[in-house]
């Protein structure tokens, strides 16, 4: 129709096929009758190979950054099972990490990298006998031997991942000390990687502020002013300073105001959603009703979007994912037609940076809705 419009009478149309998968079509319209034969034939066929390799390598590129957060998340969840202590610990370890890698201006692929490294780095606990590991009591000296062991073994574990790969070292000393006197090399000062650095920060103030079967939890006061006491002997002292100035803010920054979440009612009480909510395991959380509404974010790395809605059948909800900056769609994650009652579900978000979530429900009124943001791993 457009077309017509405009008044083109030739149209070349190359289907984009990449090893059986189709991507599309790409078409060339003129205004005037157009043959096309043998130099221009090459040249348009160049032209659609090259499109329809780089939507091929997209495609390849989402893939892998799926399986790759699938893996984490796995490799998490095991670690979980093994350890009960460290029940949700990584990710407050992960968070830790990460606002102190970017208070300290590291680039945003070394943030990725710490993020997922936070996750997994006492994965070498899974080696370790349970006996050992869940030891309601102070362990005796050959006890702690095996337990040494661990940094290595998650170095040997992780090194086949060849993202991973530059934060092996991280994973490996992340329990040295600033004098010397930590394991498993007895590195010294500088010596120590610095996302090994920021990891035992980060680290110990999570282990500190987490009750054990043979000790009681400090609190964040207490955890505190424990890594000031021993920064510059066990600790990196800029690194602590960094953590203390810049710990509290989340892992999203918001772009624009956000209106607290209040309380649903008993429309989404046995849903996925308003349960994370509960528990405090979303980083943001909003709820509307008919219309139109956008929330904007910065979003570190890819999320999770928990929703529920509630309508008639004539109701449906659709988000969209848009580039806050460049004010252009990147992704409908979520479009659901006739809800007709209460629906719920989850769409994975692989963007990140300044992003803005647009929310539509459409049809009559009452219609209402509960989202969650949360980071899967």
């Known amino acids: 129709q457009y077309a017509i419009e405009e008044g083109f009478v030739s149209l070349i149309a190359i289907p984009l096929i990449v090893a059986k998968r189709k991507y599309g079509v790409l078409s060339f319209y003129f205004p005037y009758p157009k043959k096309i034969a043998g130099e221009e034939q090459k040249f348009f066929g160049i032209i659609s190979t090259l499109f329809a390799t780089l939507s091929h390598t997209n495609y390849l590129h989402q893939k892998q950054q799926n399986n790759y957060a699938q893996s984490v998340k796995i490799v998490a969840g095991i670690l979980e099972h093994k350890d009960r202590y460290l029940e949700d610990g990584h990710h407050r370890v992960r968070e830790i990490a990460v606002n102190i890698a970017r208070a300290r201006g590291l680039w945003e692929d070394r943030i990725k990298l710490i993020a997922a490294i936070s996750v997994l780095h006492d994965i070498g606990h899974v080696a370790i006998p349970d006996s050992i590991l869940n030891k309601p009591g102070p362990l005796t000296d050959a006890e702690w031997q095996v337990v040494k062991k661990h940094p290595l073994i998650g170095e040997k574990m992780l090194a086949p991942i060849d993202r991973l790969a530059a934060g092996l070292d991280a994973i490996r000393h992340h329990h ?7 394991y498993p090399n007895g590195l010294k000062g500088e010596s120590i990687p610095l996302m090994a650095r920021i990891l035992a920060v980060a680290n110990a103030f999570e282990s500190m502020t987490s009750a054990r079967p043979y000790r009681e939890k400090m609190t964040e006061k207490q955890a505190k002013e424990e890594l000031k006491k021993n920064a510059g002997s066990q600790f ?13 803010p989340r892992l999203t920054r918001r772009l624009k105001p956000l209106s607290k979440v209040e309380d649903p009612g008993d429309f989404f009480a046995s849903t996925t959603v308003r349960s994370e909510i509960k528990k405090a395991k979303v980083e943001e959380a909003w709820q509307g009703g008919c219309g139109t509404s956008t929330m904007q974010f910065e979003v570190l790395y890819p999320c999770r979007i928990l929703w529920a809605a509630r309508g008639g059948y004539m109701n449906s909800i659709t988000i969209t994912v848009f580039s806050a900056e ?5 992704a409908r994650i979520v479009n659901v037609h006739h809800i007709d009652g209460t629906k719920e579900g989850k769409a994975e978000c692989y963007y990140t ?9 459409h049809g009559p009124p009452p219609a209402s809705w509960l989202i969650g943001l949360q980071y899967p791993f």
Not at 236 to 248: C, K, N, P, R, Y
């Open 326 to 330: 460049k004010k252009t769609s990147l």
């Open 176 to 182: 040295e000390r600033m004098d010397g006197g930590g």
């Open 236 to 248: 990196d002292e800029d690194i602590v300073d960094t953590f203390l100035a810049s710990h509290g």
């Open 353 to 361: 940076g300044k992003l803005s979530f647009k929310i539509e429900t």
